[in-house]
């Protein structure tokens, strides 16, 4: 018989995972609440950041964090209130800054980043669409050397884990890209970071060829899991009732670590809730992604404009935006973009909760608990890098074939 496996998310993971076990002969079936790409897939920077195996919450960001919080728009923000349900994701954090779990953090990224753009051409060439794609490395701006010197550990290990680094003087960059300020001293790459012009537009190409392959796509509300003998048998969806289940794979983003509570196992995740300003007259022309040291965050030239996106915030799942973070964006830039134009009515602006682990590391393998359930989550800021990867590597472990690579850190019974 075909195997048959349901799908929660409909997000880059989601679509990768259903794109991959439709190669692999599997009939799919994908269930979300919104539409392809219309979740966290949609906002994000954009970047195919391969080569970025710094863990997202590593010692030096430990040593910033004081003076971060006290800015509410700060890079990094976490909303009062929210603190004592944020506070055992952050000490857990905090225990996977030593110097042995940096180190299997970094290899653990590095491994999925090793095979992100092969991933990528597979699912964009069968969908027709590998236009998306720009084959561009992001520059990384400084405008003071103590900047660039503060990262010279984190290029020379980018470098030792196959992610080199070139680095370009200030006048350099600008040669590249006009637009960037007199300001800017130095430049650098990230070891691997390309971008795509429309985030959103991924996921929904990859949808259609899911459509196209005799998948389906169902626009409904997981209210419940039904279980038994060790598997799920069934979800029970807001309109449609019952859906039955041979395989479960669940790639629900922020919301992930409900499903897998109900199926009885604990994972520590945290909604990273990022912003974006894309500004339509932005006044500028640039051909690549760029990144600013001074501040987290990235530029990236994309179909609708320029898009401005970054910050981290901890705030839950449930709480109202706060565009003024997105609108901080534009004064980060601004710094390094002096042409930029102020935002006009056209600029749209956007909230989404990025799914994130307190070792910047995905999960990504069999549920301990129920037999027949894949997980695919808890990618934080590289849910887009790592999105086709994931779900190569999800078709695999149901087709029992051994991934090319360690799983280990990977497993949902690590927290």
């Known amino acids: 018989m075909t195997p048959h496996t349901t799908i929660i998310g409909a997000g880059i993971i989601g679509m990768s995972a259903a794109a991959f076990l439709q190669r692999a002969g599997h009939q799919v079936t994908v269930i979300d609440r ?27 960001v430990f040593r910033k964090l004081p003076g971060w919080l006290m800015d509410p728009l700060g890079p990094l923000n976490i909303r009062w209130s929210y603190l004592p349900k944020a506070l055992p994701w952050f000490l857990a954090a905090a225990r996977n800054t030593t110097p042995s779990r940096v180190e299997a953090i970094l290899q653990a990224r590095a491994a999925l980043g090793l095979r992100v753009v092969a991933d990528f051409e597979t699912l964009l060439g069968d969908a027709g669409r590998k236009d998306l794609l720009v084959y561009r490395e992001t520059l990384r701006l400084y405008d003071e050397e103590s900047q660039f010197t503060a990262e010279a550990a984190e290029r020379e290990t980018k470098k030792r884990l196959g992610f080199p680094v070139e680095v370009y003087s200030g006048d350099q960059a600008r040669e590249m890209e006009p637009a960037i300020g007199k300001t800017v001293i130095r430049a650098a790459t ?69 499903l897998a509570r109900q199926l009885g196992e604990h994972v520590l995740l945290e909604a990273e809730r990022g912003y974006h ?122 087709a029992g074939i051994t991934p090319n690579m360690d799983m280990k850190p990977f497993r949902v019974d690590r927290f």
Not at 34 to 60: D, L, Q
Request: proline share 6%.
């Open 34 to 60: 919104v539409g392809p790409g219309e979740g966290c897939s949609f906002g994000n920077a954009g970047g195919v950041a391969f080569g970025e195996i710094m863990p997202t919450i590593h010692p030096k």
């Open 277 to 398: 300003i894309v500004l339509p007259n932005s006044g500028v022309t640039l051909s690549r992604s760029l990144t600013y040291a001074r501040t987290p965050g990235a530029a990236t030239p994309m179909e609708m404009g320029l898009r401005l996106a970054g910050t981290d915030e901890f705030a839950g799942l449930e709480a109202e935006p706060n565009y003024a973070r997105a609108d901080a964006l534009y004064h980060v830039f601004k710094k390094v973009l002096p042409g930029l134009r102020t935002p006009d009515e056209h600029a749209t602006r956007w909230m989404g909760r990025r799914p994130g682990t307190p070792d910047s590391v995905p999960v990504i393998g069999r549920s301990k608990t129920m037999r027949n359930v894949v997980y695919g989550f808890g990618h934080g800021h590289m849910g887009l890098t790592w999105g086709p990867t994931t779900g190569r590597l999800v078709s695999e472990i149901l």
């Open 190 to 258: 990230h070891g691997g970071w390309f971008f795509v012009t429309n985030p959103e537009g991924v996921v929904k190409a990859l949808a259609n060829r899911v459509l196209q392959g005799g998948g389906k796509i169902i626009a409904d509300d997981v209210r419940g899991i039904v279980q038994g003998d060790g598997e799920v048998k069934a979800l029970t969806l807001a309109g449609a009732g019952q859906h039955a289940v041979q395989n479960l794979v669940v790639c629900a983003g922020a919301y992930s670590h409900l």
